[in-house]
């Protein structure tokens, strides 16, 4: 696959992961496709990590060291700010869901942070 290809798969299933992880409580079959959509959204970036490119190395380094970072902030401020309005409570959450879309997406929090853990890895021991 070209890189252009698998960069535009990439921003394509992380926008569709943002765009559903705004469906309140899914279940049943709903639940079980966006978790493999939010599975897929890693394939693209492994296989650009597989084409051994320097600059697409640190690019997926980036980009996962980010994510994963910032859901962390974020998580943390929701925590902190949970007795505060119900509006800053919805702008956390709304950042949440478009930083980490995959996360809340899935439903399955671990898998997704588990996912750019390991997308953050193998990047950095590719050289």
């Known amino acids: 696959m070209s890189k252009k290809l698998l960069y535009v798969l990439w921003g394509g299933l992380f926008s569709l992961c943002a765009g559903l992880g705004f469906i309140p409580a899914a279940s049943g079959a709903l639940s079980g496709v966006m978790t493999v959509l939010s599975v897929l959204c890693f394939v693209p970036p492994a ?38 309005s119900q509006l800053l409570g919805r702008v956390l959450h709304i950042m949440l869901v478009i930083v980490s879309s995959p996360m809340v997406c899935s439903g399955n929090w671990a898998l997704s942070l588990f996912l750019w853990a390991c997308l953050l890895v193998a990047s950095l021991r590719k050289k």
């Open 47 to 84: 296989l650009l990590l597989y084409q051994r490119e320097e600059h697409t190395r640190v690019l997926v380094r980036n980009l996962s060291a980010a994510s994963l970072g910032l859901t962390l902030v974020l998580l943390v401020l929701n925590f902190l700010c949970a007795m505060q």
